[in-house]
């Protein structure tokens, strides 16, 4: 059973000793919102015209994604009644009571979905010191391949995830398109790269000292790209040295660069450097959609952008390696720097 800290989270009043970050890790500094997050408004493009998309808008987005490696998305299309339904299944899950979340996760550890106590990804990656939430995760494509597993109860579970994450796959879709529009590559350059998808909701309950434990420590994702749903204030990115927090704009996405678009941009994009700290009062649900390369896709620096002036940066290779290094690593920048080149 795992030890989930929504559990117990409510009954301390201190953070236990395996929950308090090395000061180094602690998120000490005050940390103001950011102004200057890129907000991508998508109304200035309609799914139809996507070819033809305002040159100004492709370049927004590229800019975003050299300099912030993220930004937020507004009128992106999706319904903000989906939006909400979805928010408030994952809370009904995540605000069960100790029984029902003991009975929810062992229905659901036979399934391909899985909970996880925090900072227990798998046995290789147990961290030393916990993080202050738990997870949810759930692959969701192939569609075809995976419903068979999913959770039939609450009765409106399939069907939200279902909706929602075909239509965050399309958004995807879109986002993908217009960044390799940005970058000179060919129309559906991406499809072969995004072949999987994986819903990811994270519970960051209230923390008695949120000055002493972390939700998500410093990280880079390691897929292609993230779309993050969020509500409550928690999430902060590392910018020119300084971490920032990133606002939360009702019914939004938050997009991530993964280190996935970095190598093959050959390091035109970056990837966001992002954390996430905890409340005092208020818990915090995000759901994040991990689009993926498949696991045996190769991945490499794409050839449009490779050329005698602008050497490979990184070397080729199938991405379950990656992740698989990803995992194992606690440093996720050190996996990054072994599959750079030698100049
Ligand atoms: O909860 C968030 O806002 C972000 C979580 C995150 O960074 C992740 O799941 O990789
Ligand atoms: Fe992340």
Redesign the pocket.
């Known amino acids: 059973m795992a030890n989930l800290v929504s559990s117990w989270a409510r009954n301390v009043d201190t953070v236990p000793e395996n929950y308090v970050m090395p000061p180094n890790k602690r998120p000490s500094e005050l940390v103001s919102i950011g102004s200057n997050i890129p907000v991508i408004d998508l109304a200035k493009v309609s799914s139809s015209t996507i070819n033809h998309a305002g040159a100004g808008l492709v370049q927004e987005i590229l800019k975003a994604s050299q300099e912030f490696g993220l930004f937020q998305i507004i009128n992106h299309g999706i319904s903000e009644k989906l939006m909400d339904d979805v928010m408030d299944l994952f809370n009904e899950i995540f605000d069960m009571s100790v029984e029902e979340k003991e009975k929810f996760c062992s229905e659901v550890s036979n399934k391909s979905c899985k909970v996880y106590e925090s900072g227990k990804m798998n046995d290789a990656n147990v961290e030393e010191v916990r993080h202050w ?1 738990d ?1 949810f995760i759930q692959p969701v494509f192939p569609i075809e391949e995976q419903t068979q597993h999913w959770l039939e109860n609450p009765a409106r579970y399939r069907e939200l995830v279902e909706t929602y994450s075909s239509e965050v796959k399309k958004l995807s879709m879109r986002i993908l398109e217009l960044i390799g529009e940005g970058l000179g590559l060919k129309e559906g350059y991406f499809e072969e790269l995004s072949k999987r998808q994986a819903l ?1 909701v ?1 519970h ?1 309950p209230p923390c008695p000292d949120p000055s002493l434990a972390m ?2 420590p410093a ?1 880079c ?1 390691p897929n292609l790209i ?1 779309f ?1 749903q ?1 509500q409550v204030y ?2 902060q990115i590392l910018k020119d040295g300084h971490w920032i927090g ?1 606002p939360t704009l009702p019914y939004a996405f ?1 997009v ?1 660069i993964g280190y996935q678009l970095q190598i093959i941009s050959n390091n035109k994009l970056v990837s966001s450097e ?3 700290v905890t409340n005092l009062k208020t818990g ?1 649900t ?1 759901i ?1 959609t ?1 689009v993926s390369p498949a696991e045996d896709c190769i991945v490499e620096p794409t050839k449009v952008l490779v050329n005698g002036g602008s050497p490979a940066l990184f070397r080729t290779f199938k991405y379950q390696e990656f992740i698989d290094d990803y995992m194992g690593e606690k440093n996720h920048k050190k996996t990054l720097e072994a599959y750079k080149l030698q100049p």
């Open positions: 939430k997870l990811v994270n960051y939700g998500v990280h994702d993230t993050l969020q928690g999430l990133v938050v991530n992002h954390r996430v915090r995000s994040g991990f």
